[in-house]
């Protein structure tokens, strides 16, 4: 896991905000202030989760600029000692509690709050002091190896087991390092699983199953392992004489007609709130709120994963401190991010967002038919975050274009979570990347929520399907085809799977503007193709992960309902978030309507993935269908390196000019 080590903050006084500012460091600390002089914060009490307590619709339309508002802070405690936990709200403003609540989470449908960092290491030294463990490494004659293995700690999913239901669980896998720098997912120690209760600090059981030999390869990745770096690659580098095109004021960030105020906060990581195009509202909220990963290997040291990243480990609170020319290049404005550590105490994540510009090939092009080529390159804003979650990493991108279409992308890298096996023993749910190293089949599915206020909150939602047309005398020449237009008035609706054959799409229109023909002004979620959930509907992991069991939900807009696997999907029996949310079937039509939209990659490890996994993407696009009366980058000007005129540092074509586009 990624552990941030605390950073001194200071404790300024906190001057008036914007409502949907993220938390500051000062923030944070007298939040925590406020519980321990609440007598909240004893000795035992740790913090899985701290958040802002986002201002409700109401509050926000009362707010004028300049005037005070109630900052609050939502905290999850728990009590180490006897696995109780509490949520709280602190007004940070009044410096006092609003209101505390138990947590039922020692009955069904149970769930646990987030894993705290601590945890990692106290399960290691739980699984090897266990003499159960000690045994197995000597059965297996890896008992020399007992003091440089890593003892992987892992959310143990749902599996109903007595001994564990409303427990706080762990589980632990065995991985070998032959020194200390040697990377352990290289060496699995197939079969060896330690289950651990975190509140007890003691080993619920052990299972020790086979024999199967350690893989000896090393899945080293550094330079000094793999050898001195290419030389024929020539260098690039991105500038912008003049500065960058976007202004940034705080939170609020503007750029080319787009408005914005950026946040961060520790488990959704990066969060978007008021984005809109030319002065007009698109979006209320934004972000990548949940995510799961589920295994598809029936192994006894398998088949139980289904990882949450956000809602188990914490997407933000894991997030990376981005480095320029590394993770982000050309002309960067970085922001810093604040959550709280274990203690509650405020860590400062240096450069957590990134945001810059980047060409995007071309806006828009043609040449006429008396030869005049008219040109105009296409460029992006990029606000993007990096979270690293044991050994995956995901990078989370919100593209901006100039006509006013947004794209989010995923991209997922990092070391591929392996097993071992018989060299060259095909198995049916894993593949074999290096010699007794196999991967096993697994999905990264992200749910993104969208907020949306196409002109306004009062929306409606109409699926967009092409339609082929029979041939006859509607269609005489059999050339013909159509679309049709569904309306989903309800939640119950709007649980729709994406289908491509049809080119299908989802309409979100505004109820109550019109655009220069008539037609409400609009936007469309524009889907990739994406498997859904393949684990079977009767799983543990289906319950829990319904988000994923459909490409989109839509939902009324409700305040804090904010997660799509529910606040606590750790260790939970499943049906929370959007299952619950939507058992209502209440109206969506003219609504203020929230999208839910899963998307994600089916992952079938190939030897290339090893021992880094090259990047791959998945993501999805929101543009707008009429929500214009023309196209919004008619303006755009030439590039500055048009016909032939010389970029910084050279021409744009060698050996000489070349015409504008080429």
């Known amino acids: 896991m ?67 508002i109630d900052r609050r802070v939502d905290a999850t405690l728990l009590d180490v000692s006897t696995g109780g936990a509490t949520e709280v709200i602190v007004s940070v ?70 001994d564990e239901v409303g427990r706080r669980v762990i589980r632990s896998l065995t991985f070998l390092r032959d020194d200390e720098h040697d990377s352990p997912w290289a060496h699995p120690v197939e079969g060896l699983i330690v289950h651990i209760d975190l509140t007890a600090n003691s080993v619920i059981r052990v299972e020790d199953h086979g024999d199967v030999p350690v893989p000896a390869g090393h899945g080293n990745y550094y330079p000094e392992v793999q050898g001195e770096a290419r030389t024929s690659l020539t260098p690039i580098e991105i500038t912008q004489p003049q500065g960058p095109s976007f202004d940034v004021s705080g939170s609020l960030v503007e750029w080319e007609g787009w408005s914005m105020r950026v946040g961060f906060n520790a488990r959704e990581g990066l969060v978007l709130h008021e984005v ?43 997030a990376n401190h981005l480095e320029l020319g590394c993770d982000c290049l050309g002309v960067i404005r970085y922001l810093d991010g604040y959550v709280a550590d274990d203690h509650g105490h405020p860590v400062r994540i240096p450069h957590v967002v990134c945001m810059h510009e980047e060409d995007d090939g071309i806006l828009w092009k043609h040449t006429d038919l008396q030869g005049r080529s008219d040109v105009r390159r296409a460029r992006r804003f990029v606000i993007s975050y990096f979270s690293t979650i044991g050994n995956y990493d995901y990078g989370f991108y919100w593209n901006f274009g100039l006509d006013g279409s947004i794209e989010v992308v995923a991209k997922a890298t990092g070391i591929v979570f392996a097993g071992a096996g018989e060299p060259g023993v095909r198995q049916p749910h894993a593949t074999e990347l290096a010699p007794g190293v196999f991967a096993p089949v697994h999905q990264h599915l992200f749910c993104a929520r969208l907020d949306v206020a196409i002109d306004g909150d009062d929306n409606r939602l109409v699926e967009v399907d092409a339609l082929r047309v029979p041939m006859g005398p509607d269609n005489p020449f059999g050339n013909a085809f159509s679309w049709t237009d569904t309306p989903l008035r309800t939640e119950s609706e709007a649980q729709r799977e994406a289908d491509s054959a049809v080119a299908r799409v989802w309409e979100v229109q505004s109820a109550s503007r019109t655009n220069h023909v008539g037609r409400p002004t609009a936007y469309h979620l524009v889907p990739e193709p994406t498997a859904l959930l393949m684990a079977d509907p009767a799983s543990s992991v289906a319950a829990r992960a319904a988000f994923a069991t459909k490409h989109l939900w839509a939902t009324a807009h409700e305040d804090g309902q904010l997660w799509p696997a529910g606040r606590y999907p750790n260790a939970h029996q499943g049906g929370a978030g959007l299952p619950e949310y939507t058992s209502g079937d209440r109206s969506i039509d003219g609504a203020d309507i929230v999208l839910w939209h899963t998307f994600g990659l089916t992952h079938f490890p190939r030897p290339e993935d090893w021992p880094i996994m090259p990047v791959d993407t998945a993501g999805f696009r929101f543009r707008p269908y009429g929500f214009l009366d023309q196209n919004p980058a008619m303006d755009v000007p030439e590039s500055s390196q048009a016909h032939g005129a010389p970029a910084a540092g050279g021409g744009c074509c060698e050996g000489g000019a070349c015409s504008c586009g080429h």
């Open 2 to 68: 990624s552990h941030h080590a605390p950073q001194p903050v200071a404790l300024e006084k906190i001057a008036v905000p914007h409502p949907l500012d993220p938390l500051t460091g000062a923030e944070i600390a007298a939040a925590r202030a406020v519980l321990e002089r609440s007598g909240l914060m004893g000795d035992n009490v740790r913090v899985p989760l701290l958040l802002p307590d986002e201002p409700t619709r109401e509050e926000l339309g009362a707010w004028s600029p300049g005037a005070p």
């Open 93 to 162: 403003t009044r410096g006092e509690v609003v209101s505390a609540a138990v947590v039922p989470n020692d009955r069904p449908p149970y769930g646990q709050p987030q894993y705290l960092f601590e945890e990692y290491e106290r399960a290691e030294a739980i699984a090897k002091a266990s003499p159960e463990w000690q045994a197995a490494m000597e059965r297996r004659g890896l008992g020399a190896h007992r003091e440089l293995a890593f003892c992987s700690p892992l959310a143990p999913g749902y599996t109903g087991r007595a």
């Open 276 to 318: 809109s195009f030319q002065g007009r509202s698109v979006l209320r909220r934004a972000s990548v709120p949940e995510m799961v990963v589920p295994y598809g290997d029936t192994a006894p040291g398998r088949f139980w994963i289904s990882y949450f990243d956000a809602g188990e480990y914490l997407l933000g609170k894991n």
